[in-house]
Each structure stands twice: as C-alpha cells, then as structure tokens.
C-alpha cells in the first residue's frame, strides 16, 4: 500500500468523521433482473455479445446501386444489413437493445450514498448511454474511440444539464484524457463518489463529489464537484440515497462484473496520550523498551516533535483509540526506522529495523463500539531519514489523521515528475519497461517510441518483440532519472500489453512453445541476433534489424492510417526452405474471430492480419495467434 494513495485526509485533528468502507464487496450477480427494479424488456441477461466494431448503430441499410444509362428505373429497394450487436442466451452480462418503445432506463433495488464502484461496459460503434450515481450524477458512456480532445459529453465525462435559469445551470466536466477503446471491446471504470450532505433541517450543506474516476486504468477525473443534479435524472433532486441508474433509451450497450462497496461515516478518535522518549544506539524494540526513559509527558496528539534528538531515538506512544461502530477497522502506521502498532493488545503491524524508509505497514481488527487502549513503538538509527511518525485509520482512498500535521507531513519529499512527449518528431527513449507493471516481468533492451500524433509503443530489443502499445501522453520517466533512479519509464494512458516472448521462431512440433526471454538467454546469443536500429527517412521512425537462424529480419511499427491504432510490418529476408518457422501475434484466455473478420483477443484489442492465415493454438494452458512464415507479414493492433 503506498502512503500517496493514502492522501484523502483532514490533517491537524484527532477526532474526524471518514469515509470507512464496508468490508464486502458486492457483485451483482446478473444471473437475473432481480437487482433490477422492473422495466419494459429493453434490458436482459445474456451470456455473451458479439459487436461489429465497422458498424455504427445508426446505419440501417445498404447503399442503393447507382442508376446508369439514359433509362430511369426504380433501385430495388436495399436489403437490411444485419444490427451490429448480436447476443447468445446464458448469464454474466446485462446488455440493453432498446427500440422505439422499449426504453426503459435501469434502476438498481439497492440505494447508495458514498460508494465505491466498478464496472465494465462495451458499446458498438455512434452508440450513447450513462451510469447516474444517485440516479441523479451522470457519467457519460459514449463510443468516443479516437476522440483527441474529449469534451463532457464523451466517455467519461460528468454531463451538464439543461437548465437554463441563472444558478441551476452545470455546464459538465470533460475528463482529463481520453483512454477509450475501441467499440466492441470491454472498458472499465473505476468511481469513487461522496454524496451529497444534509444537516438536520435537510438543507445540503455540501455538494456530491466525484473523488476519483478512472477508465481503462487511467485517472480522468479527480475531486470534481457536482453543484447540481446533470440532465436526465430520475428526479430533479438532490437526496441522500438514490439507487444506480443506467440510461437505456439511446443506444444499446453492455456490463459485466458490477461491483460497489457502499462506504458510511464513522468517528474515530484518541485521546489520553502519553510518550516516553529513550536515546541511544538500538537495533531492536527490546533493546530500549526495558530503559528508564530520558523524558516523559502527556500530548494533546501523537507528535514526533518530543524528541530532543533527531537520530539515535526510541519513542513510546500510550493512549486510548474510540471507534463509534462495530466494525473491522484498517490502520496504516507510517514511520522512518523501525515501527510496532498495537491495538487492544494485538500486535497489527512489526518491523524492528533501524533504517525503514518512509515505511508504512498496514494492519486491521475488528473492534466493537468503545475505546480501547494502543501502543506505538518507534526508533530510529539512520542519520540520513528525519523523525517521522502517523497514524491512519483507512479503508480503500479515504483514511483519517489521527496524529500531528508536521508528525508526517504529506508529501513530504516532492518530486517534480519527469514527462517526456515527441514533440514535432518521433522521440526514442531506451529504458526498462516492467511489463503489465510488474517489476518481476521487467524487460532491460526495450525502447519506447512516441509519435506525434500520440501513438505510442515499446519494442524489445532483446526479443525483437512488440511488447504493448497505447495513446496520449508518453511516458513518466520520473523512475529512471530521479535521484539515482531505477532504470525504468512508465507508459502514460491505458496500455495495451501484447506478449513477452520471442515472435520469431521455428517450431519443431505443433505444442513447440515460443521462449520466454528468461528462459532464452543462450538461444538469444547463438541464433538471435540484434542489429540495432535505423531511423526511415521522411518519417523518422525506427527500422529495427535483427536476424534469427540466418532469416534477416527488418521490423517495422508505425502508426496506422486512422491514427489510432499501429500498423507491425516485417520485411522477412533470406527465408530459406527449413519449414516450421512461425510469428506469434498475441497470446491469451480467449481468441476468436470478430464480426468483421478481425480477430479478437481477450475482448480488450483486435488485431487484422493483412497477408497470409493466422492460426489459434493452445499451448500450456493459454491460446496463442500464430501466423505461418512464407514472406512479408504485416498486421494492425486495434485497441
């Protein structure tokens, strides 16, 4: 858990009401409409969709044959194209096909105030729906692929209303980037939001809040206000509880794998402090524990600033915690050195080094209404870290303060990120990449290459591998240039993660499994091959050269013609005869052929094959796209 994630606080107090989670998670089963209020049939559970993503919904027919000749005969009257979206029956999805009389929104049986919420959602291509929080706060669902500078009514935006009287007017948020896939792939959002506030009297004492929306992995909204109720709304009020509610009444659309955690206020305090301060030289807890202290006292809060000495430190925190409700209740001790948290006798947190950094461990326990007595066991040995010491109760993104502001300032070491963008011409930049962001898939040759246009990738050098691709900004290289630094960039926007292994690669039998890169060590010294790179002139894009079992290989990705997506072009050389040799093109759980003959992998990107026949197959547990080797290959990633 990292503390810059724990930062929705109310600093300098001991006692505050916090956003505290209920500790279940509630899935909407969607194996009926029970969680559902009625409706007038536009809205079912089905068990899987199938989504044209060249279709828009609004293209009803084909185009009529154009009239030749001097004789004028009436066209014949063009023949239905078939709807874009199909479904087959079976549970999991709630999928809307409304019509001209069934169009019903969706309204969910349980109601919320403070709720965390996820969901994912695929829509067709020019279709439009919402999800209402409260049924009252819209954020919008539209099919926005490609959208280059969205605007509140794309996906993701909070929408504006319609009111035209001075003060009931709210003109919407934009988000702050457009992560949108491409129509008939799944999408997820990620919406934390704070209801509205009433005092006794019913009066609203403060406005709904969207505290975080994230799309596709990506932060698009941040602590946005919402004055007002958006346009549509179930009523034209603003109330406490409200349940979800779907619009259903524009276009069709799809979700899967709905889930929330209602949060509530609590009150969570301490009081009766005491601390105890010792000074030497100590590596463990017991090494001063059983000292006389060098000073003692009573505190107002829970404060670092007892101590008389910087370094060389041990310090013991005594007092009472009250927590209003029952409930299990999560703490977060943030400390420099070593640190200890006990609640109610039990031991929630431990680490006995004299050198922790900006440490913060997590603990939780279930606790009745009442208060109860905690320690807090802190020393410190490392001259080079300042005293720090706090206290969080949390739950998810809302934690409470429980100690002394300048105790454990926020941000406490800032640090300017370091942004890197192409500019007028494609930027390169060597880095490791943790794939799928995880340090332990790390990749040590790869290169990220930003275009102008906002169309990224990152080739592995070491693979001679397309490893992912996004759009937007570039990438954070924060992590390889400040300080010392680790080596690493972070792609910026939702990434598309395609595979780590080898592509290129002669397979002696059909179940032949293409090499990890971990496990391809030697076989990259003695028959793969780097060259380097040139850059294309005109465009100035990088060839990449490398050869494989005496194949010659130059490797090209660009972005494609609609901007959009990336075009991955091989120019194969010295092919040879030696049959058996394959391009691996994705890999995963599901891989299928799509409505418009691309195919689909996962459901989170599609990919079209320009030349020759793609084969699926399953290797280890997991299927594999794999294209025969004969000549040139080239391929579009959409996503």
């Not at 600093?11 to 029970?34: E, H, K, N, R, Y």
């Not at 035209?164 to 990620?190: D, R, V």
């Not at 006995?352 to 066991?377: M, V």
Request: hydrophobic share 35%.
């Amino acid at each position: 858990m990292q503390l810059k994630r724990l930062v929705f606080l109310l600093f300098g107090i001991c006692a505050a009401p916090v956003l505290l989670a209920q500790q279940t998670t509630v899935t909407l089963p969607l194996t009926d409409m029970s969680a559902f209020r009625p409706q007038a049939g536009n809205w079912r559970i089905v068990g899987s969709v199938s989504i044209d993503p060249d279709r828009d919904i609004h293209e009803a027919h084909t185009a009529p044959a154009p009239v030749t000749g001097k004789k004028k005969s009436k066209a014949p009257e063009p023949a239905p194209l078939p709807f874009p979206v199909t479904s087959q029956t079976g549970t999991g999805i709630l999928l809307n096909m409304n019509d001209e009389k069934t169009r019903d929104q969706l309204l969910t049986v349980f109601e919320h105030g403070d709720i965390d919420l996820e969901l994912e959602v695929m829509m067709p291509k020019g279709s439009n729906s919402g999800v209402y929080l409260q049924g009252r706060y819209e954020v919008q669902l539209l099919d926005s692929w490609g959208v280059k500078d969205p605007k509140y009514s794309d996906i993701g935006g909070i929408y504006r209303n319609w009111e035209s009287e001075k003060g009931k007017i709210y003109m919407g948020k934009a988000p702050l980037t457009n992560p949108a896939k491409a129509p008939g792939l799944w999408q997820k959002f990620h919406i934390v939001f704070k209801a509205p506030r009433f005092d006794a009297s019913g009066k609203k004492i403060s406005n709904a809040m969207f505290l975080s929306v994230e799309l596709n992995g990506v932060k698009i909204h941040d602590h946005v206000e919402v004055p007002l109720p958006t346009g549509g709304p179930i009523q034209n009020n603003e109330v406490a509880l409200g349940p979800l509610m779907i619009q259903g009444d524009h276009g069709p659309v799809a979700f899967r794998n709905i889930r929330y955690r209602l949060l509530k206020d609590v009150t969570v305090s301490v009081s009766n402090l005491s601390y105890a301060t010792y000074y030497g030289s100590f590596k463990t807890f017991s090494d001063f524990t059983s000292l006389k202290p060098n000073a003692t006292g009573a505190i107002d809060e829970l404060t670092c600033e007892v101590l008389e000495n910087e370094n060389d430190y041990g310090l013991v925190y005594r007092g009472n915690l009250t927590v209003a409700e029952d409930d299990t209740y999560n703490f977060v001790l943030a400390y420099n050195g070593g640190g200890r948290l006990v609640v109610n006798g039990t031991q929630l947190t431990n680490f006995q080094g004299f050198d922790g950094w900006f440490r913060h461990d997590a603990g939780s326990i279930a606790l009745k209404a009442g208060t109860y007595p905690f320690e807090i066991y802190n020393f410190k040995g490392a001259a080079w870290l300042p005293p720090r010491l706090g206290l969080y109760v949390v739950n998810g993104l809302a934690p409470v303060v429980l100690h002394a502001y300048n105790s454990f300032p926020p941000d406490d070491q800032p640090v300017s990120p370091i942004l890197i963008e192409p500019g007028s011409a494609p930027r390169l930049l060597r880095a490791f990449l943790d794939f799928k962001g995880d340090r332990s898939q790390r990749l040590t040759h790869t290169i990220g290459v930003g275009d102008p246009g906002g169309v990224h990738y990152v080739y592995d050098m070491k693979a001679g591998n397309l490893a992912c691709v996004w759009r937007g900004p570039f990438v954070d290289a924060t992590p390889m240039w400040h300080d010392r630094g680790d080596g690493s960039f972070r792609p910026m926007g939702a990434v598309q993660y395609i595979h780590r292994s080898m592509p290129l690669y002669f397979l002696d039998q059909p179940d032949t499994p293409f090499p990890e890169l971990q496990a391809a060590t030697q076989l990259s010294e003695t028959r793969y091959r780097g060259k380097g790179y040139r850059l294309e002139e005109g465009s100035g894009m990088p060839v990449f050269i490398y050869s494989y079992s005496g194949v010659d290989v130059e490797d090209k990705v660009y972005p494609a013609s609609d901007r959009n997506s990336v075009t991955h072009e091989l120019i194969v050389k010295n092919r040879g005869t030696r049959p058996g040799l394959f391009y691996k093109l994705a890999e995963g759980k599901d891989i299928r052929t799509a409505p418009n003959g691309a195919w689909l992998i996962d459901e989170s990107f599609y990919i079209k094959v320009a030349s020759g026949s793609a084969v699926v197959r399953t290797v280890d547990g997991k299927k594999e796209l794999i294209l025969p080797v004969d000549g040139n290959i080239q391929y579009t990633i959409v996503w």
